[in-house]
């Protein structure tokens, strides 16, 4: 019944990720600066960003209840359920950023849910040390990821670089929590294809 019961919670978790807009705690940062302006094509490339941003918000809350769902320790299970929690703030601020930039959502958020959810379930099945690698090493690619964005969105979108400089700090963080909870260091190959699937991730986010 306990099983059931997770089933039904993570079923619940999707369709408030997917569909409801998300909520935020902390203030959004950057949300004091001015709206700087920005040309037509500064604006769509933010908004590209911030897209390719929100979709990795969406893969991470996937991989987080994935994870939870087949962690067999229950404080692994906590840290990922708050970890899970303090990305759904990333997920309103780009949602909002992404909105304010004139943009939209990437088409594809459920498919990248669903692969996400079921790599979660595959590392959290596998046990809690691989479960707790796989996570950090997630945490520090898009943490490397993140200051590439910073790099390349426009200098004067100030609102936008804010809300990607908290998030990186944020998922620094994750990835110490993870190992300071017992995660290692994956494999080189497994390290490669995740980098790799990535790449197809937010070459096509940043289109669809």
């Not at 978790?13 to 040309?39: D, F, Q, Y």
């Not at 390719?52 to 320790?73: F, M």
């Not at 908290?166 to 497994?190: C, N």
Request: some cysteine.
């Amino acid at each position: 019944m306990l099983q059931i019961d997770k089933l039904i919670v993570g079923f619940d978790n999707a369709l408030r990720t997917l569909l409801v807009p998300a909520n935020t705690s902390r203030p959004v940062p950057g949300g004091h600066l001015p709206e700087n302006e920005l040309s037509t094509y500064e604006k769509r490339q933010s908004a590209a960003l911030m897209r390719i941003n929100h979709v990795g918000e969406i893969c991470a809350q996937a991989l987080y209840q994935g994870q939870a769902l087949t962690a067999r320790n229950e404080r692994v299970q906590e840290a990922l359920n708050q970890a899970a929690r303090e990305e759904t703030e990333h997920l309103a601020w780009t949602e909002r950023r992404i909105a304010e930039l004139g943009g939209r959502k990437s088409l594809l958020n459920p498919v990248w849910y669903g692969g996400s959810f079921m790599l979660g379930l595959i590392a959290g099945a596998l046990g809690d040390k691989w479960n707790l690698s796989f996570l950090a090493e997630t945490e520090r690619q898009v943490e490397t990821h993140l200051a590439g964005h910073l790099e390349r969105l426009p200098y004067q979108d100030e609102r936008s670089r804010a809300i990607v400089e908290q998030m990186k700090i944020d998922e620094a963080g994750h990835a110490d929590m993870a190992v300071t909870h017992g995660g290692g260091e994956l494999p080189l190959p497994i390290k490669f294809t995740m980098k790799l699937s990535a790449k197809v991730m937010t070459h096509t986010a940043y289109w669809v």
